[in-house]
């Protein structure tokens, strides 16, 4: 059973920084970490940034602000955002592949980031 846990949300002021972290309990070779994707209150799913074959493409709403990376020693994914506005209030998801197929998906549950003053 492959389990995605996302952390790192929470109620920051418009300007300031957040750190996801998704957190794969299997192991790295049977899964890719691929990306994150957020969904606002009526709104549908996006993409916030995603990596293919080591290309990474941003939404262009988050270039410059937000960066992914990930550490494949703690099978582990972050996403830095910074210079964050009100309008990236949503909750984020991070998204896996499987790799026997590349065509599996996984999810997290989510985690929750609003910016407010």
């Known amino acids: 059973q492959v389990q995605l846990v996302e952390s790192g949300g929470g109620l920051v002021q418009p300007g300031g920084s957040l750190r996801l972290s998704c957190a794969a309990s299997?192991?790295?070779?049977?899964?890719?970490?691929k990306g994150w994707y957020r969904q606002a209150p009526g709104k549908q799913r996006e993409l916030v940034a995603v990596?293919?074959?080591?290309?990474?493409d941003y939404a262009d709403s988050v270039k410059g602000r937000f960066t992914i990376s990930r550490d494949n020693t703690k099978n582990t994914m972050y996403l830095q955002m910074n210079s964050l506005k009100p309008e990236d209030t949503a909750v984020y998801y991070c998204?896996?592949?499987?790799?026997?197929?590349?065509?599996?998906?996984?999810w997290g549950q989510g985690t929750q980031v609003t910016v407010s003053s």
């Open positions: 998204n896996a592949l499987r790799t026997a197929d590349w065509r599996t998906n996984y």
């Open positions: 299997t192991s790295i070779f049977s899964i890719y970490l």
């Open positions: 990596t293919n074959g080591g290309v990474i």
